[in-house]
């Protein structure tokens, strides 16, 4: 993943744990990786704690990304992704930590087809060494059906 430009949406307990984790393990370049969080303050505490920019501004960290992972609570999940629906291409694959949001849902809210994975880590990611469930929903071409994986993953 070092040379894709990720963006992580919603820098809280687990987003900020999977930014760490990219930039500890060298997993993804510090040039590549940028996190969002709601306040200006947060977002100045989380840049200087991690070396990677950090925004307030969800579809600009959205519009320059190649992964956009999204580690916002589901509850407000379908208003994050109205925001950044015109700033994401269908290259964009979108990755979901929100329990319980279905792919479908996902592709609603952005209104174009784009590869969704939903992920699931556990509290070990925390920690660094984790295992994640996963749900793939990557549409193989518009019109031509969809290709969905399910099991865990290490």
């Known amino acids: 993943m070092s040379d894709r430009k990720v963006a992580i949406i919603g820098a809280g307990h687990i987003g900020s744990a999977l930014a760490r984790g ?11 990786l940028r996190a969002t969080v709601p306040s200006e303050r947060k ?3 989380l840049q200087e704690e991690l070396g990677i920019q950090v925004l307030t501004d969800n579809a600009k960290a959205c519009s320059w990304a190649d992964v956009a ?9 379908g208003v994050v992704l109205g925001e950044v ?6 290259k964009t694959l979108v990755v979901s930590v929100a329990a319980g949001i279905h792919t479908r849902f996902i ?8 590869p969704v994975v939903r992920l699931m880590p556990n509290v070990a990611a925390l920690a660094r060494p984790t295992r994640s469930d996963r749900d793939v929903h990557w549409p193989l071409h518009k019109g031509r059906g ?9």
């Open 69 to 77: 992972i999204f580690c916002v609570k589901p509850q407000v999940l």
């Open 22 to 32: 990219f930039v500890e393990t060298g997993k993804c370049r510090r040039d590549h």
């Open 146 to 154: 969809r290709c969905v994986c399910q099991g865990p993953h290490v």
């Open 43 to 45: 977002a100045r505490q």
């Open 107 to 114: 592709e609603k809210c952005l209104n174009k087809q784009v």
């Open 85 to 90: 629906a015109n700033a994401m291409t269908e």
